[in-house]
């Protein structure tokens, strides 16, 4: 008898030590070089600086430093400069609601320590000389000496993330895009800063400093823009114009007060098409000018301007003025996100001010419009030289202008809303109605849209709208030359693909109808099959049985005759049947019989009953793992998805097995016990899409003369580092490296291809995918467009009849592409129908 083992005493809890503490937190404090530099700024701009140079060695991975002409840092203050939590801004925690600084909570400077060497020169503006000092990195000073410097401080940043080594790997690694990420973040601070010069440049190697960034220190935020940006930037922006939450959009978000506490300035581009953007890069919020990310602003913003102008993004820069007790911006150690009291008042003034700016203000279409008369006859109103409508006076003297609501405008926003499909059902009704007024009474008439607009007859949806997983409907004689609206992964209707031309049902709907006939009576299933049988083009090719199509009882049933005189005619004939003769094959037969004898072992038997109940309990072990559980539904397209990148390879592809078409339209196909539905023109146009993508070079027309872009200095150097991407996609330039930054690049050819043309605003879609991914080849949106347009027409058509080799053919080109679940208009390509083994279980 042995005693168990008593379990290991708890280990006792003790605190870390602190240097190990100060290197866990610093990590989380500074997360890359875009928020080093961000800290570095915020100082200089609470020491009351109007001057600071940003410069940056071999993109900030060697080092990076910030100068300024601040107050400078005291003597007596040396030794807490980069300690943690020491800070001149704040006492105790109740100060946090009334801070008006950058920074207060003493991380930054003893962050930076941790995670580089850090040397800071300063000179206070009492002192006569300045003072060099260095920092280990527990943040205490390990060497101090006088430096000739005027007021202000220096810091220098050397050899970021260091010591964290796998942080310092990726580092490097990413560094052209933590770049670009610094860069947009200090765009902001220029903007938000009146008054302040920023200026920031970057040196490769042993080359000449490259300017990235430069503000004159305007002293208003337009001019800040324009020196970022460029006065074409300026020329499209419109002052925001704020005003109190209606009260639909206060009901939208549930407000019972329209009290506004928020003040918001700032600036938003016009919604005309061309002036947006095709991306979201220039859009800039601040919480009482601190530069912030606040999501559902920024939401809102973008869904007001979609509704005037869907293809683009607005410039933005927004300044939102509140109390500081009703904001929280110790939220996260960037301070990028900020809690506001009073949200919802917010986001509900901010889309009452957009859509009156857009929908009054901007875009104002004035049309003439008959007016009745006194008699009640309607007649075309005269207008003046300004268009203001004119109408006479009752006793006939000189005309007088109308005012209020006899001013006939109408905006886009009515123009867009008279288009839709309501007002189209009403302009249907009112024209009816109008056309039978004007049969009683001829001499009347009466102006309405219905006369102008004529919305055409609402098509029947055909069997052949269904597509595989999809619930959205058009019809094929409405898709343009360009296929459809959206590409690879968007959120394009999947509808919207020239698959839906032929005649098919998917197979969802055609399992459901087979399944309300199969439930059905007898006579019902006899009726609509014909002798019970399915029809053969909803069964793939080579597996529907011959059906009887000339059944007497058919026949009888699709007539009209009531149904008692159908069933007595069928009893009638069942007696019939049962008084005829037997057949001639009734005959007996007699079989000589055999007696064969068999060994018999219990044990064999016993032996034999274990190995197939072993066999029994592995199978259904294995059978508890289901692989595929995601119904055919569009709700379930992205679990769909994830389930067949995860248990499907490329290879598999090849190994499929095909058991034949259905409905002229799908592919059938078994791997394993595993049964698949494939959309043959998905899936043949997904691999036509990505060849065009990845073998197509675009050739460019020359320009008469080279164009000036007006691209920004980091905009302009990411096109230089990107030069050979851009020439596969047809554009080309021309580089002075002498020249002025931002006008070192020149456009000499656009890429054409047929009826497509191509223009800057993909140019400046290339430059902010690039950003992103350095190096990395990408089309424009344009271009996908009309890859996916030729693919589309290119491919296989619903409706094709395909034999087995060719079939296999389009399922093998699936495992030779990257993304083979999609068409590039976002419809599904292959789906999972059934497991053959839980089907023979069941």
């Known amino acids: 008898f042995q005693l168990a083992q008593s379990p290991a005493p708890a280990k ?20 890359n070089l875009c928020t080093a530099v961000k800290e570095l700024v915020e100082n ?8 600071i140079e940003v410069k940056l060695k071999d993109y900030g991975t060697e080092l990076f430093e910030v100068a300024d002409n601040g107050c400078g840092v005291e003597e007596e203050n040396f030794t807490g400069l980069t300690l943690k939590h020491y800070t001149s801004k704040i006492q105790d925690f109740s100060d946090l609601t009334h801070v008006e600084t950058f920074g207060f909570r003493g991380e930054a400077l003893s962050s930076l320590c941790a995670l580089s060497d850090i040397t800071i020169v300063t000179c206070h503006k009492s002192a006569k000389v300045g003072t060099r000092l260095v920092f280990d990195h527990g943040g205490k000073i390990s060497l101090r000496a006088p430096y000739p410097r005027q007021q202000g401080t220096t810091v220098i940043v050397q050899h970021l993330f260091h010591t964290l080594p796998v942080r310092h790997k990726e580092f490097q690694r990413n560094i052209k895009k933590e770049f670009t990420k610094m860069v947009q973040v200090l765009q902001a601070y220029c ?63 549930g407000l019972h007060s329209s009290e506004i506490p928020t003040h918001i300035t700032g600036f938003v581009s016009r919604c005309d098409h061309g002036v947006g953007r095709s991306t979201t890069d220039r859009q800039f919020f601040f919480i009482n000018q601190r530069p912030c990310d606040p999501t559902k602003v920024s939401k809102v913003v973008n869904e007001v301007y979609h509704m005037y102008n869907r293809h683009q993004y607005p410039f933005v820069v927004l300044n939102i003025c509140v109390n500081s007790e009703c904001v929280d911006v110790n939220v996260t150690p960037d301070k990028r996100q900020i809690l506001l009291q009073e949200e919802k008042v917010l986001l509900a003034t901010l889309k009452t001010s957009l859509i009156g700016m857009f929908g009054s203000d901007v875009n104002k279409l004035v049309l003439s419009q008959k007016l009745p008369d006194a008699e009640g006859n309607f007649k075309t109103v005269p207008r003046d030289e300004a268009g203001t ?72 949806r055909s069997s052949g709208e269904a597509v595989l997983a999809s619930g959205n409907f058009q019809n094929s004689a409405d898709v343009a030359d360009s296929g459809c609206s959206g590409v690879d992964g968007s959120t394009a209707d999947p509808s919207n693909c020239f698959s839906c031309e032929s005649g098919v049902t998917s197979p969802a709907e055609e399992f459901q109808d087979f399944g309300e006939v199969q439930s059905g009576s007898p006579e019902m299933r006899e009726q609509f099959h014909g002798e019970g049988q399915v029809p053969n083009q909803n069964r793939p090719s080579g597996l529907s049985p011959q059906a009887k199509s000339s059944s007497p009882k058919a026949k009888r049933l699709k007539s009209n005759q009531p149904l008692s005189q159908v069933a007595s005619s069928i009893e009638t004939e069942e007696a019939e049947d049962s008084a005829v003769m037997p057949s001639q094959y009734d005959i007996h037969v007699e079989m000589e019989k055999r007696i064969i004898p068999l060994k018999f072992s219990l044990n064999t038997l016993t032996d034999r009953i274990k190995k197939l109940i072993q066999q029994q309990e592995m199978k259904a072990e294995m059978l508890n793992y289901r692989k595929f559980r995601a119904k055919i539904k569009p709700g379930e397209n992205q679990t769909a998805e994830d389930e067949l990148r995860k248990e499907i390879s490329k290879e598999m ?51 008469i003369t080279p164009q000036n872009l007006n691209l920004t200095a980091i905009n302009e150097s990411i096109l230089m580092e990107n030069l050979e991407i851009f020439q596969k996609n047809g554009f080309d330039f021309i580089i002075d490296r002498n020249a002025p930054v931002t006008q070192r690049v ?26 992103d991914s350095p190096g990395v080849m990408c089309r424009p949106s344009r271009v996908r467009q009309m890859f996916a347009s030729r693919a589309c027409r290119k491919s296989v058509m619903v409706g094709t009849a395909l034999n087995v080799k060719e079939m296999k053919k389009l399922i093998t080109h699936m495992g030779e592409i990257e993304h083979p679940w999609n068409c590039p208009h976002g419809r599904p390509t292959i789906r999972h129908i059934a497991s053959l083994a839980l089907l023979s279980q069941d």
Not at 44 to 51: E, K, L, V
Not at 202 to 226: A, F, H, L, M, R
Not at 390 to 419: D, H, V, W, Y
Not at 750 to 771: A, C, H, R, V, Y
């Open 653 to 703: 592809f090849a190994e499929m097995e095909v058991i034949g078409q259905f409905n002229l339209g799908f592919i059938i196909a078994r791997l394993n016990s595993d049964l698949f539905i494939i959309d043959q023109h998905a899936s043949d146009e997904k691999y036509n899409f990505e060849m065009l993508q990845e073998h197509t070079a675009l050739q460019g027309q020359k320009l």
């Open 12 to 31: 006792a809890i003790n605190p870390i030590d602190r240097k190990s503490v100060h290197r866990i937190c610093s990590g989380q404090v500074v997360l």
């Open 746 to 771: 020149k456009l000499i050819s656009l890429p054409t291809s047929k009826n497509w043309t191509f223009g800057l605003q993909d140019i400046e879609e290339l430059i902010f995918m690039l950003s």
């Open 191 to 253: 903007i938000i800063s009146p008054g302040i010069r920023i200026n920031c440049t970057n040196q490769v190697g042993q080359g000449k400093k490259q300017v990235v960034v430069c503000t004159t220190g305007g002293s208003t935020i337009k001019e800040n823009i324009g020196a970022i940006f460029g006065h074409k930037q300026v020329q499209s922006l419109v002052p925001f114009l704020q005003l109190p939450p209606s009260d639909i959009i206060c009901e939208e978000y």
């Open 389 to 460: 409508p004119i109408c006479e006076t009752s006793s006939g003297s000189l005309p007088q202008k109308l005012n209020g609501e006899a001013k006939i405008a109408m905006t886009i926003a009515r123009l867009r809303e008279s288009f839709s499909l309501q007002q189209a059902k009403k302009a249907s009704f009112q024209r009816a109605e109008n056309s039978k007024q004007q049969h009683s009474s001829p001499g009347q008439e009466k102006l309405s849209f219905s006369t102008v607009l004529d919305p055409p007859k609402k098509k029947a």
């Open 44 to 51: 200089s701009i609470d020491a009351g600086a109007t001057n």
